[in-house]
Structure formats: C-alpha cells, structure tokens
Nanobody
Framework: QVRLVESGGGLVQAGGSLTLSCSAS????????LGWYRQAPGNLRERVAH???????TYHDSVKGRFTVSKDNGANTVYLQMTNLRPEDTGVYYC???????????????WGQGTQVTVSS
C-alpha cells in the first residue's frame, strides 16, 4: 500500500514559478531513484528530473537551469522547484520511486497520480 501523492500544480503565466511536492508513505532515504516525470497531451511521458539516494541530480536538457529537484528524507518528501516556466512545460507531473535490486522479486516501482501544471501565454 505504498502511496505517492503529488501536490502544488496549478495555472501560471509564462515566466512564473511553481513548486511541486511529492509526499511518500515510504522511507525515501532508502530509495535509490526518485524522479519527476511529465506527460503533455499527445506526448510520451518523459523524465524531467532525477535524484539518487546519495543526492546526485540529473535533469532533462529542456529544464536545466530552471528546475531544481530536492528531497527531505525526514519528511519523506520530494520537491521540484520550477522557475521561468514556459508553455511547453505544461503537462501532468508525476512522482516516481524506483528501487532496483539484484533480485527481481525485490524491485519496486511506485507512481503517484499526478498533478496538473499549466503554463499560459
């Protein structure tokens, strides 16, 4: 019954900022891969940002310099700070937690239900 819940989405004008939160019912400190994905209408889901258990981050080229992913292990929460938003950033943003292991039976892949981000203008 692992649950990931995204929040913070909304409607903003181009150039604006928004911060998304992902509240997890698991200990995210033990999760190797935490990520934010987005899916725009008619497009495939793509990974926007990624953070490892050790704190290393990676970003999709289109959001580098504008988005920042972070986490609070104590609060079991992952964040995505978005600045200088563009209309092409519009989409449903999903939180993902993936734990890879040598033994397939112990692998985990959790998803939230998503939060809508709409950038106007």
């Amino acid at each position: 019954q692992v649950r990931l819940v995204e929040s913070g989405g909304g409607l903003v004008q181009a150039g604006g900022s928004l911060t998304l939160s992902c509240s997890a019912s698991i200990n995210i400190a033990r999760i190797d891969n935490l990520g934010w994905y987005r899916q725009a209408p008619g497009n495939l889901r793509e990974r926007v940002a990624h953070i490892t258990s050790g704190g290393r981050t990676t970003y999709h080229d289109s959001v580098k310099g504008r988005f920042t992913v972070s986490k609070d292990n104590g609060a079991n929460t992952v964040y995505l700070q978005m600045t200088n938003l563009r209309p092409e950033d519009t989409g449903v943003y999903y939180c993902n937690a993936y734990q890879n292991t040598l033994q397939e039976k112990y692998r985990r892949d959790y998803w939230g239900q998503g939060t809508q981000v709409t950038v106007s203008s």
